[in-house]
């Protein structure tokens, strides 16, 4: 049997969507804390069901490792991929610098 | 006019490809200053378009059975140069580099794109209000929505724009707004159709399907659409069904089961819709039993956990990086929150943020581990009623189309409009909404078949007599 958690909480909101890189205003927060408890609030049924025993489904068909013929096929131009990108220097996607200065 | 007339025409010189464009291209201009069912016009490559398909017939060449066809897309489907935005900010203006493989099948059979029909944003929602680009109107009555997400498909073939267009279809978003704006709409077996440049919302439910203004239109697209492709790992290695040339066979000895849940809670006309259907089909050598699968009922609430997890996973792509719009920022975290903040409307951020909740840790097994559980009863129970009816018949919307504004600021009240359609997509099975009757506000009403995996051939064959035996 699976614990039936709290209800969804602003604070719940504000750690999903800074998970999910969102920035929410505090009236945001109110709003969206109220829709989403309505939805879970909804799926009360589903969390109550004992399930054990049963099987999830992630996908409704029964494949698994499909792979295609290992042949080189054509694939798509370098500029042609680049040129829907934001921002683009010397053959690479552009982005803002992630590490810091060396020492 | 239909699909098949006009490929018929074209095929053997009667009209050219180049008349037939214009014409659709003039309809669009005259009407969708009021239904804006598309988003982007194709008009110049139309017509180039048009022009290479007369060159071809008139060397003696074979166009296809779609030849000289006008189609409209859903902008959710890549076309290479072309605008394809998934109704949303974070992706306006965005030229895919290549063809989604059902744009391909299109083109080798002869259609025209004309352009990318409105939607919303990202294929989240049921009205076609959650677009960033304004909301699509339905053609019977401007005053109310088309149904979504698919909506400006739906609408561009209710108003007699394009005979045919494409839709995607996660939790009813062809079916839906087929019923809503009076017309077929087709959401095929998982697998079916490609979704090599579909743009990817909820993977394990996404499927793509024609719209059309009659089963046997729905049927020669669907023929065109399908089969397997090997850039789509989800694709079934199994032969395209025959549909258009077995479509008259009937339905003599049919087993078919009027779904409870799939009339729980629906309009009492809606209701009585569904009910004259199962007549129609019991005149034509039918037998209509009552069935109930109790397990459906909990399908909206398993769909809107798993749903908004897959897409939680899928749209972690957009990050300002790769392809979209950027808004730039000091740091790349800041970047990406930015990026998303400014590119996203409120349904997908919704949809981002319960997805990422069922997902994380300490809510995984009560919620997503829950949801995927119940998927697992409810394709254990549609197995179980297949073993005694061939197909199942219920209603495709509680209700008529809704005003505009309606429910907008209920995500919940929103919600319920796919409760007759979500089933399906949790299994994987294929379903078709067929227009039968109208309420007393005038609006379309549209009846909804089921059938196990890869049942489409029936699926037509019973959809085609329902048309046959509907009111005029």
Known sequence: ??????????????????????????????????????????????????????????HPLEISNVLRADEIRESLERAEVFAAAPRVADNRFSVPKIVGDAP | MSARSIARDVTDGTRTARAVTEEALQTIADQDSEIHAFLDLQNESALIRADEIDALIAKGGEAGPLAGVPIALKDNMCQEGEVTSCASKILAGWRPPYDATVVAKLRAAGAVVVGKTNMDEFAMGSSTENSAFGPTRNPHDVTKVPGGSSGGSAAAVAAAMVPLSLGSDTGGSIRQPAALCGVVGVKPTYGLVSRYGLVAFASSLDQIGPFAADVTDAALLLEVIAGHDFMDSTSLNFPVPTLVDRLHDGVEGLKVGLCHELLNGVSDEVNASVRNAAKVLEDAGALISEIAIPELSLGLSAYYLIAPAEASSNLARYDGVRYGVRVDADDVTAMNTATRTAGFGDEVKRRIMLGTYALSAGYYDAYYGQAQRVRTLIISAFAKAYESVDLLLGATTPTTAFPLGDKVGDPMAMYQSDICTIPTNLAGHPAIAVPFNRGTDGLPIGVQLLGPALSEQRLFQAAKVIEDGAPA
């Open chain 1, 1 to 58: 049997m699976t614990v039936v958690p709290a209800p969804l909480s602003e604070d719940d909101v504000r750690h999903v969507a800074k998970l999910a890189r969102l920035s929410l205003s505090d009236a945001e927060v109110v709003t969206f804390t109220e829709q989403l408890r309505s939805v879970l609030d909804h799926a009360a049924d589903v969390e109550a069901l004992d399930l054990d025993g049963v099987l999830p489904t992630a």
